[in-house]
């Protein structure tokens, strides 16, 4: 799961995937940018260089879930195109899917529940992703939602028939 600013839909989506999922009888769980920041990855801040650890080390637990049969679904701010590739090398290929979970900006901050945007634009939030710290959208993403058109269950069915076109999940 992809990659955008807060705000966007990705741990909503995330979630939700992970429903269908389980209804399906498919083994899955979500690796969040919050639960993951408040436990494994608390040591890390937001430079770049702890954005970098922090995508490495979820993708190191993806590829521990990956080889336990398990889809691990992440939902992650990595907003460095280097980090993601890194963390797809780790996934045998055709099995890493990278979902671009698109949302103009003003959307975002419109349902910013956290008041994130407003406090990074006070200069009280250094390095924000969107802000004041940069965004590398994917060039080739295997997956674009747009949830500021698309419903939450239309956007979960279209990963949905991602994995199913690829074999990944039962039809």
Do not use: W
């Not at 280097?82 to 975002?108: H, M, N, Q, T």
Request: charged share 30%.
């Amino acid at each position: 799961m992809d990659t955008r600013p807060p705000s966007c839909g990705k741990s909503t989506l995330a979630h939700a995937l992970e429903r269908d999922l389980f209804e399906r009888g498919c083994t899955s769980l979500v690796l969040d940018g919050d639960n993951i920041r408040h436990g494994l990855n608390k040591n890390l801040g937001f430079s770049p260089e702890d954005r970098e650890e922090n995508i490495r080390r979820i993708g190191e637990v993806a590829k521990l879930f990956f080889q336990a049969g398990a889809i691990a679904i992440t939902a992650f701010i990595s907003p460095y195109r280097s980090d993601r590739d890194k963390a797809r090398a780790l996934i045998p290929k055709g099995r890493f899917f990278e979902v671009f979970v698109e949302c103009p900006p003003e959307i975002c901050e419109q349902r910013d529940p956290k008041g994130l945007y407003k406090k990074a634009r006070a200069g009280e939030i250094p390095e924000f992703t969107g802000v004041t710290a940069p965004y590398e959208p994917p060039l080739s993403p295997e997956l674009i939602v747009r949830t500021d058109v698309e419903t939450l269950e239309e956007s979960a069915e279209r990963v949905v028939d991602l994995l199913v076109r690829h074999g990944i999940i039962p039809a």
